[in-house]
């Protein structure tokens, strides 16, 4: 399943094969507990729990990213300049797995498995969560994962209290004044203004920001002018903002749009900030995720790692601002980073986490009864 759905990335809003295939697999499971509900092209699937007095959740995204895959497989993507480089074909595999066992043997209380679109933008989880068919079936408990490519397989990580920072897209159009490449004193070029900017933000982290309160900013994308004898009318910078805490989000926040009026001066040209969508932290729940981690060492040969929090963003932070819950690490073992075409998380790891989750919902159900 995870090699099929490798196959298909889409972005977010249009997984549609993704989520065709997802409930092609769903309709071929034992219905009698199941009741299977559609939102966008997200999906939630109920299992009916045998004497149900809470919900427990596991949520799992959809989205692929727009990177022109590289790796050896030979069940590459099939959409060219898109592929699964944040393992959420891997996520996706693990929920119905986890699905799939419960569909075969309840247990006491419901299940909630949701498939989420949209995670890498603009952010599927907080309309999903405002929307009726959740709220109809809000778990009181919820989880997740994500694939770590730096631990190895049969290692999990994670940590009470904040695991992902909060995040912000950042889009910055400059526009000038183009012409011809021998007359720079008649123009004014967005080239060397976006190649300024570019490194003039860097120092906003590295002066502006208490570097005890870590900040991220990544320019990730520039796009700019049409030829190369031709001064550029227009640059476009994209990227991304990332803080620990919501005070320096609004400090860089503001930074930047000093840093990009200094531009506008220097450079004689307009510029338009666009902050795209926001994702506010992953808090997981310190009480159940300290609970979580005892129960780890003690019932599972499962190396646990308990990690510190990582500048990566995950609208799953969103869903546990509602309900208590938490999100782990779990290790692929690829030399290559999350975002990357090469990477190859080791598919044994999709086996390892739904023994674990299946196991520590049956311990959570039987342990929440009492
Ligand atoms: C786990 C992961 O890689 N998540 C993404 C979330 C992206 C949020 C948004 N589109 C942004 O770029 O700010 C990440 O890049 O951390």
Redesign the pocket.
């Known amino acids: 399943m995870r090699r099929q759905l490798h196959q298909i990335p889409e972005p977010g809003f249009q997984e549609f094969k993704t989520q065709q295939l997802l409930l092609d697999h769903i309709h071929q499971l034992p219905q009698d507990r199941l009741e299977i509900r559609t939102w966008k092209t997200g999906i939630l699937v109920k299992v009916k729990g045998v004497q149900p007095r809470l919900c427990i959740g596991f949520r799992a995204?959809m989205d692929g990213l727009p990177i022109e895959e590289q790796t050896t497989y030979p069940f590459r993507s099939l959409h060219p300049g898109f592929m699964h480089a944040?393992?959420h074909d891997l996520h996706m595999t693990i929920g119905f797995g986890l699905l799939r066992h419960f569909a075969e043997h309840p247990i006491e209380q419901d299940l909630l498995f949701i498939f989420q679109p949209a995670?890498?933008?603009?952010?599927g989880a907080l309309p999903m969560l405002e929307s009726m068919e959740f709220q109809a079936w809000k778990p009181d408990l919820l989880f997740a994962l994500?694939i770590a490519p730096e631990y190895p397989v049969g290692t999990i990580a994670t940590k009470p209290g904040i695991l992902?920072?909060n995040?912000?897209?950042?889009f910055l159009d400059l526009t000038g004044k183009g012409g011809h490449a021998a007359f720079p004193h008649k123009a004014n070029d967005m080239v060397i203004a976006a190649a300024h900017l570019t490194t003039q933000l860097q120092t906003i982290i590295s002066r502006n920001v208490d570097p005890l309160d870590a900040a991220v900013i990544?320019i990730?994308k520039i796009e700019g002018g049409s030829k190369q004898n031709i001064i550029a009318e227009h640059a476009r910078l994209e990227?991304?903002?990332?803080t620990l805490s919501l005070d320096s989000m609004q400090q860089v926040k503001k930074r930047i749009e000093e840093v990009v009026r200094g531009i506008e001066v220097s450079f004689q040209c307009s510029a338009a900030i666009n902050y795209?969508?926001?994702?506010c932290q992953v808090y997981n729940q310190p009480e159940l995720t300290n609970e979580f981690m005892e129960w780890v060492q003690k019932e599972t040969d499962i190396r646990l790692i308990a990690c510190k929090e990582a500048?990566?963003?995950?609208?799953f932070g969103y869903f546990l601002e509602q309900v208590p819950g938490f999100m782990i690490w779990l290790g692929v073992n690829t030399p290559y980073s999350?975002?990357h075409a090469q990477i190859e998380p080791d598919e044994q790891a999709i086996s390892i986490a739904i023994d674990l989750f299946s196991r520590y919902f049956v311990w959570l159900s039987s342990r929440r009864m009492r």
């Open positions: 995204d944040c393992g995670e890498e933008g603009p952010g994500h992902f920072a995040t912000s897209e950042l990544t990730g990227g991304t903002i990332r795209g969508s926001n994702y500048m990566t963003g995950e609208d999350l975002h």
